[in-house]
């Protein structure tokens, strides 16, 4: 292991990081650090390369300039065995992405197998482990076909912390949820992170944001544009894209521009005796 | 539900004298017949035309003949109770001639899927690989073997022990029927497996590799047994196919233990002048191919209604 020794200093540091795609220049200069037991949480309009950041993190995408450490070791010298680090770092996508040939319990325990040379047995109780973790401990038998979209990302999620990460990265995990699953997901998160896990979440849920982030970085067109503690970042942003950004999610009808319109919270008439 | 249909009809053929209807109801009384008339009478016809068709044939065939050339009853005899000799090392059998050649088919036809299944898997990670050369020989083999007829390749294959004496292919005449089906049904394989390893969204192959699988690992776990999950009823239409192919196998030269059934069926059609034997082995194919047939349908419908659930 190169650079600085494991385990002090940050989790994860990001220098001077590029990132194109042919012409385009989707990352354009990131500096990031996050300290072990931190939680990040990454806001931005669509297309402002939150998710690139993300995959560069654990290099589903090879950046094309600067450099990424992860606990002390650095992921962008060549001779590092990427692999033996991605098995310690968690990823959970939007789209779940679960093997969808293998139930629950056998999502969590292939790459605990496969790759940590885990026994079968003791994959199985881990796997079980996590699967309760996540409130699923009815369903470890159930395939990723045979669950809702919540389920299935608690058990990613779970699939994830079977293989004992260092960090978890999010990408937008609760966007592809119907609304009142979305809060299932949530709360797992929300546990993940008093239980003092090193998280870096992309989110468009800013009440999540406000409440469990230790801190907020906004993103716009490749760049961090603001960062710091999430009740300043999302309660008094000094950037105006941040504050046009804020307004359009934490707002989306623009209620308050047309007027007129009643409160939302009204109950519906039917609810009504 | 018969109700509210039977107010609509009421409301289509009967519209009140104000009703937009009135008009069109009087273009078709003027034809005489409404559209539902009209079907059903198009219909009938249909009916009328295929009872006469078959009466026709019925009637017109000389049902006598056909039954002495296709099902004469001694011939029937004959070709269900010949025996064949088997040597198997140094124990010598006698086994039923048709039972046989069915096992013969089945047995040059399911091993002739095997090598053509792993090669066609090998010759489709080569067309998907990042390196060129790969590519290109992938490439060269399909389009040769899939333009070749597959005749072609079965007499050369029993030719080559021939130009290059000492070469002997293991298990002939199986060996070399299975390399020389397997080589040219690994070539339209191998293009149904890109198919299918291609329908495998990325996402899992990102969601393996972020486990820390190395790549070869998470094409092995992940995304070959998804692949052939969706192709599964592809790839048993190709062993329906090579069910039938496996006929070809009579031009080589075999002897007796090595009869498939359309060797059998045409050489006790020579012994005795007469189609029975053939249609016999005919037979035979329907009853393999049949049920795979049934089999890829009922895969599809599964796989059609699990796509639909979700
Ligand atoms: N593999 C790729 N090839 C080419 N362009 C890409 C690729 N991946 C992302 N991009 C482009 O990079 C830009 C940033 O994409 P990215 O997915 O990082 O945005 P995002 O902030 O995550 O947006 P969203 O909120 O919609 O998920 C987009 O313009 C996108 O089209
Ligand atoms: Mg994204």
Known sequence: MSETTAGAGPMIRVDGLHKSFGELEVLKGIDLAVDPGEVLCIIGPSGSGKSTLLRCINLLEQPTEGDVWVHGIK????????????????????????????????NCMLGQTAVLGRSKAEAKRIAEHNLVKVGLFDRMDYFPAQLSGGQQQRVAIARALSMDPLLMLFDEPTSALDPELVGDVLSVMRQLA?????????????????????????????VIVEQGPAAQVIGAPTQERTQVFLQRVLDPTHVREIGELEPIDVAPAWTHA | MTQPDHSAAAALTTPSPSSPLTGLDAVAARKGMSPRQKTLVVRIVQYVVFVGVVLAVVFTANWHQLGQVFARSDVLRITFTSTTDVTLGTSKHVINGLLLALCNTIVYSVGAFIIGLLLGTVLALMKLSSVGPYRWVATIYVE???????????????????????????????GTVWLAL?????????????????????????????????AGMATRRIVLPQAFRIITPPLTNDLVSLVKDSSLVYILGL??????LTKFGRNLQNANANLTPI???GLCYLVITVPL??????????????AGAR
């Open chain 2, 144 to 174: 040769l073997f899939r333009g070749l007829p597959a005749l072609v390749v079965l007499l050369i294959f029993g030719m080559l022990p021939v130009a290059f004496p000492g070469l002997q292919f293991p298990l002939d005449p199986y």
């Open chain 1, 194 to 222: 008093d239980d003092g896990m090193t998280m870096v979440v992309v989110t468009h849920e800013m009440a999540f944001a406000r409440d469990v982030a230790d801190r907020v970085i906004f993103m716009d067109e490749g």
């Open chain 1, 75 to 106: 992921l962008t010298d060549q001779d590092v065995d990427i692999d033996r680090v991605r098995a310690h770092m968690g990823m959970v996508f939007q789209s779940f992405n679960l093997f969808p040939h293998l139930n629950a319990t056998q």
């Open chain 2, 182 to 214: 397997g080589m040219v049904y690994a070539a339209y394989m191998s293009e149904t497996i890109r198919a299918g390893i291609q329908a495998v969204p990325k996402g899992q192959i990102e969601a393996a590799r972020t486990l820390g699988m190395p």
């Open chain 2, 279 to 281: 249609a016999l082995a």
């Open chain 2, 255 to 260: 002897t007796a233990q090595g009869f498939e």
């Open chain 2, 293 to 306: 047939g049934f089999l890829v349908r009922h895969m599809e419908n599964k796989s059609a209604t699990r």
